[in-house]
């Protein structure tokens, strides 16, 4: 069964600075991994998708994500936070034809 | 761009009440989700749909839950007798049948017991 784990339940950053949102991951066969993020009282956001091609993948709002398959992780970045990126952050998982398995969620919180 | 519609948007409701949230998933997708997140918390999986039947469902989708396909577009998830820590965000997502992509979520329902 997949699984996905975001170690840190809280992110602070200043803004302009730059910003990792870690997770691992762990499946059977080959990932698909995702970044969702949530914005208070809002649905979940796609942000971004690992399928397959080259690690490092770019998504929305100038965010991008590197998949590391040694280490099992997929962690979130973006070289200059802004303000407006605080949110909650969830990673995901499938493995085909597996359903969805989203991780904790991380907290960013970027201060001006 | 299609979306996921889901409604209401907030319900309040009172123990034991039955509950019924709607989704209308997008038109050609084939496969339904329900997700359920308590309050700032872990997005968690209750169950997914396919082919008129549950394909897979978590411990959290007990005999109190259902969902129903009644007529080809709507998504239904029934709660029989809610309890107060049924109180929670709902989410309806769907894909596509070659979809190896993300599912497209809804924006959710908001259900209050009291």
């Known amino acids: 069964a997949q699984s996905v784990a975001q170690p840190e339940d809280q992110v602070n950053v200043a803004e302009g600075n730059p910003l990792t949102v870690k997770c691992t991951y762990s499946?059977?066969?080959?990932?698909?991994l995702f970044w969702y993020v949530q914005y208070p009282n809002r649905g979940l956001q796609f942000l971004l998708k690992y399928i397959t091609g080259d690690n490092l993948v770019k998504g929305s709002y100038g965010f991008e994500a590197e998949f590391n398959k040694s280490q099992t992780s997929f962690h979130l970045k973006k070289p200059s936070a802004l303000v407006s990126d605080s949110a909650l952050y969830f990673c995901a998982v499938r493995d085909h034809p597996g359903d969805m398995r989203f991780g904790a969620g991380t907290r960013l919180t970027v201060k001006p | 761009e299609p979306e996921v519609t889901q409604t209401p948007s907030h319900q309040v409701t009172q123990m034991g009440q039955e509950v019924i949230l709607r989704c209308v998933p997008i038109s050609n997708h084939l496969y339904f989700y329900w997700y359920r997140q308590i309050l700032g918390q872990k997005v968690e999986f209750l169950v997914s749909?396919?082919?008129?039947?549950?394909?897979?469902k978590s411990e959290i989708f007990d005999d109190q839950f259902s969902v129903e396909r009644p007529d080809g577009s709507n998504f239904t998830l029934k709660i029989r007798s809610t309890k107060l820590e049924d109180s929670a965000m709902y989410f309806c997502?769907?894909?596509?049948?070659?979809?190896?992509?993300?599912?497209?979520f809804g924006s959710g329902t908001r259900l209050t017991v009291v």
């Open positions: 997502a769907s894909r596509g049948l070659d979809s190896i992509y993300g599912y497209t």
């Open positions: 749909f396919y082919n008129n039947e549950i394909s897979e």
């Open positions: 499946v059977s066969g080959n990932p698909y």
